[in-house]
């Protein structure tokens, strides 16, 4: 690869990931509610989906997605599905806890593992991201040379951008909380994610395969 090559993918990857999609409305709606170290689990779970789209892009899946509309669809339809559930759950949820600190307000049952797990669905919901990847990396890989070392600095070099903007932008919202963490704020906040999540599911669902 050469050096105009890796300049051209690094600016491509700061774009995307520096872009606000459903994973930094994510990850700013549980450093918002739970506090930004909690909400670091979401960020790894983007960065694990990320390489799971990464390896399944290079495993062909990208070019079997583009060929076959039902699988496409199947797959778009369950991760729309996924947002849209996100987005409810949101809504309707209402075990907030507004008996401690007076800026402090947090949901008494997410964990850790439970944000990851959601982000991590975050980022695989999506069919289209992995035939983006799939058309995206043969643009910036020399066949002249080995794959696999070019994949892998690919893969992780997206990996590192989206982890360190997904963590600006939740230290972003951590700032935000003393205000935003008011009991009719802090609901305002999820209602309005969640709003915002299920009009991802549903764009998501009506959008073309090409």
């Not at 890796?6 to 549980?30: E, K, Q, S």
């Not at 599905?81 to 507004?98: E, M, P």
């Not at 008011?182 to 991802?200: E, N, Q, W, Y």
């Amino acid at each position: 690869m050469t050096i105009q090559l890796w300049l051209m993918y690094l600016t491509l990857v700061f774009v995307a990931t520096a872009t606000p999609g459903p994973a930094v409305l994510f990850i700013m709606t549980n450093s918002t509610l739970h506090g930004w170290k909690k909400s670091s689990f979401a960020a790894l779970g983007n960065i694990c989906g990320l390489l799971c789209l990464g390896v399944m892009s290079v495993a062909g899946v990208g070019t079997v997605l583009k060929t076959s509309e039902m699988l496409f669809n199947i797959i778009k339809y369950a991760g729309a599905a996924y947002l849209v559930y996100i987005g409810v759950k949101l809504l309707i949820q209402k075990n907030w806890d507004f008996s401690t600190t007076p800026n402090r307000v947090v949901s008494k049952k997410v964990s850790g593992r439970q944000i990851f797990l959601q982000a991590f669905g975050v980022a695989v919901s999506n069919p289209k991201a992995i035939v983006f990847l799939t058309a995206l990396f043969p643009q910036f890989v020399d066949i002249n040379a080995p794959l696999v070392p070019q994949f892998v600095m690919l893969i992780v070099t997206l990996m590192s951008f989206s982890f360190s903007f997904l963590m600006f932008y939740a230290l972003l919202a951590h700032k935000a909380r003393t205000w935003l963490l008011k009991p009719l704020r802090a609901k305002a906040v999820a209602r309005t994610s969640g709003s915002i999540f299920i009009g991802f599911g549903i764009l998501l669902a009506a959008s073309s395969n090409r």
